[in-house]
């Protein structure tokens, strides 16, 4: 019988079963995953989902997994997922610059949660906590803008500012187009097993600065 999403979350919870194998641990001051730029990380349309599991109670910005200038410069091409600095902080997503964003779910720390980022370049941008839509908002025409900057997984240069990870990052992966809740479900069962429009996937590897 299939287990429903809710049993699953607290099985992977509870224990961090299947996770730990496949998990990186981010020290919240150095160090990320930097994946080098291809076009279609910036097609019309994307889609991202990992596993997080915070260890930081709030306080300071913490990129999870995002695109954006190494610089921190022209933030209208930032698209990505973020804890944000409230004290305990909530999951955050954005797709351009000012008001680009949702957040309403708490990001609790010391569990594991599944994550989940879909966009069209100036339309509709979702943010899925374990497997359910926690926000939605319709993006500015035009953001984010295309950009050709490296894709980082635990850190993000956000206007100049560093905001590194602070926990562990699992089963990371990013497509072309815009994953259905239905699909979102299933990667939170099965990581990797959609493969159509996948741009890249990581559980977890990738280039240590």
Not at 87 to 100: N, V
Not at 102 to 114: E, K, P, Q
Not at 189 to 201: D, M, Y
Request: charged share 15%.
């Amino acid at each position: 019988m299939r287990r429903s999403l809710l049993s699953l979350w607290l099985t992977l919870s509870l224990t961090g079963t299947c996770l730990a194998g496949a998990s990186r641990d981010f020290d919240g001051s150095s160090g990320s995953a930097s994946v080098t730029h291809v076009s279609a990380m910036s097609d019309d349309t994307i889609s991202m989902a990992l596993w997080v599991y915070s260890e930081d109670a709030g306080g300071e910005w913490r990129g999870v997994m995002v695109k954006n200038r190494e610089d921190g410069g022209n933030a209208d091409t930032v698209y990505g997922i973020w804890r944000d600095d409230p004290t305990p902080g909530r999951w955050l997503g954005r797709a351009g610059i000012g008001t680009d964003v949702c957040a309403l779910t708490t990001a609790t720390t010391d569990v594991w949660t599944h994550l989940a980022l879909t966009f069209t370049r100036g339309g509709g941008v979702t943010l899925y906590v374990n497997g359910a839509s926690s926000c939605s908002f319709t993006a500015v025409a035009g953001r984010p803008v295309a950009g050709a900057n490296n894709f980082r997984i635990g850190w993000a240069n956000f206007t100049g500012t560093t905001e590194y990870f602070d926990g562990q990052l699992a089963y990371a992966s990013l497509y072309n187009r815009v994953l259905s809740v239905e699909e979102v479900q299933q990667l939170m069962f099965h990581p990797g097993s959609i493969v159509a429009g996948r741009i890249g996937e990581w559980g977890f590897w990738g280039t240590e600065d």
